[in-house]
């Protein structure tokens, strides 16, 4: 799937915010009583650091710790203006302008930027480019440059890099008969796989949000480390975690051009115009991958034995696959994505999914675990539907849990948070 810039601007214009996939700043993530952005070289001196996310050698960009600030510097002495951006999901920072040096670089140090990982475009004489010091990353629609703002909160160390055993992130490519092309998931397997070779594990199926690929989990979210940190501090079963491409089309069906979507355009034409890009994403997963994986991999191919979750626009989908195929899945997920979010459509637990929630008691029965979240400052839309749907929820006696990310919105930070509090509840109840 390829969009066009304009996608950003519709974000912050719509509905579409609620399926959008970036990294998203807090809305106090410039602050107002903070410093002004310094533009000029004295900001070289201090605790700045080349950010984690650079690529190798690169000065630029650098992050304070301490200060949560960021200092950039792009070589482009033919500019004559030169600016950036930092965030995505509809809640960036407005433009900031660097300023440009004797030397012909121009040089930001930014207030201070919310702790996670956030996308950023430059604006060189208005071309959005990305920035050559850093990684790239795959968000909305194409590889942006991207930073990581280390979090100051011990209780965040959760998503770091530690000295225990690691499980393998590997790549799969397969011929999809529902697509009629050729996909990829990328599946980790826990540490000691390769090893115990007559254990079999249970399997959680996790998918990324609008915009974003089955990269987005391994390489923004960190979903690998944080299952290598639970899984050897005995906080989570071993588990096998397989990562689909979230789009997929029927052959010969014509993709809509999401260009066209306007700022303001209505929720129900970006809806329409994303389920052509979904639309066979459940009969490729249901059809084709779980059982490639259960052929491919030592999984315990049962239903109580398989999760499914996903963020944004991946939570919707875990809704829509799993509350169809309960006969599949026993543990549903949903990351500031779910249904009835939008408001418009009120949970009616008599008939909505064919009525699999009218009888509470039976609903408990057959689905192990109702897990949902939503962060503090996500956009005021996502939020109240979240909240609206948790407490349709609670009056209807249905079985849940329900978790907010403190001081997060829509971004990577919220994600993490939420499968660090997901994942230890899987397969508790089912012998391994």
Known sequence: ???SSSRRAFLKGSAGAVIAGGAMLRTDAVEAAGPPPSRGPSAATGTFRPAETNVPQAQFPRVDAHSRRVQLRIEAPQARRVQVMIGGGGGETPRMDLAKQSDGAWTLTT??????????????DGFEANDPGSRTFFGEGRDMSGIEIPSPLAS???????DVPHGEVREHRYFSS????????IVYTPPGYDHEQRRRYPVLYLQ???????TGWTRQGRANLILDNLITSGQAKPMIVVMAYGYAKFPGARAPDLSKLKPGSSPAAFFAAMQVYIAAFGD????????????S??????????????????GFQTFDVTLSHLDMFSYIGGFSGAPFVLGNTRFDP?????????????????????????GTNEMAMIHRGLMAFQQDLEQAHIAHVFYQSPGTAHEWLTWRRDLNDFAPRLFRGARA
């Open 350 to 374: 008599k008939t909505a999914y064919h009525g699999v929630f009218a009888d509470p008691a039976a609903f408990a029965k057959r689905v192990h675990l109702l897990w949902l979240g939503v």
């Open 156 to 162: 965040d160390s959760f998503y770091l890099i530690r």
């Open 1 to 3: 799937m390829t969009t």
């Open 297 to 314: 991999y030592r999984t315990i191919p049962d239903r109580d034995h398989r999760a499914m979750a996903g963020l944004s626009m991946g």
């Open 208 to 214: 990324h949000g609008a915009g974003e690929d089955e």
């Open 178 to 185: 529902v697509t009629e092309d050729w996909r990829r998931i």
């Open 284 to 295: 490729d997963l249901t059809k084709v991958v779980v059982p490639l994986v259960d052929s």
């Open 111 to 124: 207030p201070p930027i919310v702790e996670g990982f956030h996308y950023y475009p430059v604006y060189i």
